[in-house]
């Protein structure tokens, strides 16, 4: 995988040096929160809109959240692009949670609306921030170990998260845990404060790319659009589900760099690969609980257990890609690519009921491996290929392509399962479904084997 695995120097302590010890906790510490918050929520939202009368709205919490991030990104990408990260490092705290507030103390749907709409904006500008952020403080040798360090805050939260979760919604009640994660924020916000001043003095490129805003709703509610359109089969929802899928498109012209819908080598193509791989792996994520449950007969609480295993590989392979600092990141994201295509080929042996369900298991250490290895080469290369001036505009742009791929091949198993197959029988869509994603990711491994004979 590597095109020079040799013995320099392994940076153990590029983490925790005097120099990044702090920016390292308190980056951690976000992105574990977040983390936290995005896998107990599912859990809790049957018993909170319930609770809320809500069960007519129960997509909309997760809509609102997405165009909200959508959003977001887009305008901390400029603002980091004007301003640097400072501003929405500072900001994007103070909104998560301002919206876990709202949303713990919601008296009604509307207002629960307003706290996940608050907790994806705060979201959305952090995601983008942190990555300015790494840009700034870690060399382009050292970033590999931040971003294992990054995935590895994800696992506690996806192994555990769920149950602490289910656990706190019997117990003392769903309200708590947004409200519970309250007092961790703020010492989170503490400390970005502290490294924020930290921060040298930004000069704004003057010739960057900027994206616009109107143009990011625009994208945003096309999305919306098309996950509604996918959950809703009826005329009137493939009428606006085309309609937000033509918007969409006029928007990404301009919030994706030049090249990317054509993967042009360099740039473009990272961007493209984020969606390529976000969204294959995406696709299996959220249709492998149906099929575990529908096809081989496991309980609610057992379905989804295979997605552990993917937070492993995830983490697993994340750490190590992070100890070999001199590997080729190119080469790695095309790893990556076939091992998930290989997760992605059982995931399609398992949705069929002849095939044994241990398999899942399989596919998800396979393909969760495979994402651990090229989610961190993305992020390398995006930074890599990016002018200073325009990280902002390329980093929310990745980011964009991710939530995009994600929704649109999700929205495409909704279809499938609506048109040749049923929730009870999800089978014959999940073959194709499976076709499907497995095409991209060997279009991944084509894609990438095309780079610029230079960096």
């Not at 949670?97 to 949303?103: D, E, K, R, S, Y």
């Not at 409200?179 to 003057?206: D, E, S």
Request: with cysteine.
């Amino acid at each position: 995988m590597a095109s020079t695995i040799d013995s320099a120097p392994r940076r153990r302590s590029v983490l925790w040096s005097a120099e990044h010890r702090l920016t390292t906790i308190a980056l951690l510490l976000v992105v574990t929160l977040v983390a936290f918050e995005n896998m107990g929520v599912a859990t809790a939202m049957p018993t909170l809109v319930a609770d809320l009368d809500g069960l007519a709205l129960y997509s909309w919490p997760f809509m609102t959240f997405l165009i909200a991030s959508v959003v977001a990104t887009v305008l901390s990408g400029r603002i980091g692009d004007r301003r640097g990260p400072a501003p929405a490092l500072l900001a994007g705290p103070a909104l998560f949670a301002t919206g876990l507030i709202v949303a713990g103390a919601a008296n009604g749907m509307p207002v629960f609306l307003l706290g996940r709409a608050l907790q994806g904006f705060g979201s959305g500008l952090l995601l983008v921030s942190i990555s300015l952020l790494i840009a700034l403080t870690f060399t382009d040798h050292e970033r590999p170990v931040i971003y294992a360090a990054n995935a590895a805050a994800w696992v506690l939260p996806a192994v555990i998260g769920p149950s602490v979760a289910g656990l706190v919604t019997v117990s003392i009640g769903w309200r708590w845990i947004f409200l519970g994660l309250v007092p961790l924020v703020a010492i989170g916000a503490v400390m970005l404060l502290v490294v924020v001043r930290r921060l040298p003095t930004h000069t704004p490129a003057l010739d960057g790319r900027r994206a616009s805003v109107p143009q990011a709703v625009i994208a945003a509610l096309g999305v919306a659009a098309l996950t509604w359109a996918a959950q809703h089969h009826s005329l009137l929802s493939l009428g606006y589900g085309t309609l937000g899928l033509v918007a969409l498109a006029y928007a990404l012209r301009t919030l994706l760099p030049v090249g990317t819908l054509t993967s042009r080598p360099g740039l473009p193509t990272v961007v493209a690969s984020r969606a390529l791989i976000a969204g294959a792996y995406a696709g299996m994520e959220a249709y492998l609980p149906l099929t575990m449950s529908a096809v081989h007969g496991y309980s609610p609480a057992l379905a989804g257990l295979p997605l552990t295993i993917t937070a492993l590989g995830w983490s697993a392979a994340s750490a190590a890609q992070g100890r070999f600092l001199n590997w080729s990141r190119e080469a790695s994201l095309r790893t990556g690519f076939w091992l998930v295509a290989a997760g992605l080929v059982c995931f399609g042996l398992v949705s069929q009921p002849w095939c044994p369900a241990w398999l899942a298991f399989v596919a998800c250490a396979v393909g969760g491996a495979g994402m651990g290895i090229a989610m961190p080469a993305i992020s390398v290369l995006l930074l890599r290929y990016s002018p200073a001036g325009e990280r902002g505009f390329n980093t929310s742009a990745m980011q964009l392509a991710d939530w995009v791929g994600s929704a649109l091949l999700i929205g495409l198993g909704g279809v499938l399962l609506g048109v040749v197959g049923s929730v009870l029988n999800p089978s014959p869509a999940m073959a194709l479904l499976t076709l499907a994603l497995a095409a991209l990711a060997l279009l991944g491994v084509r894609l990438t084997g095309r780079w610029p004979s230079k960096v």
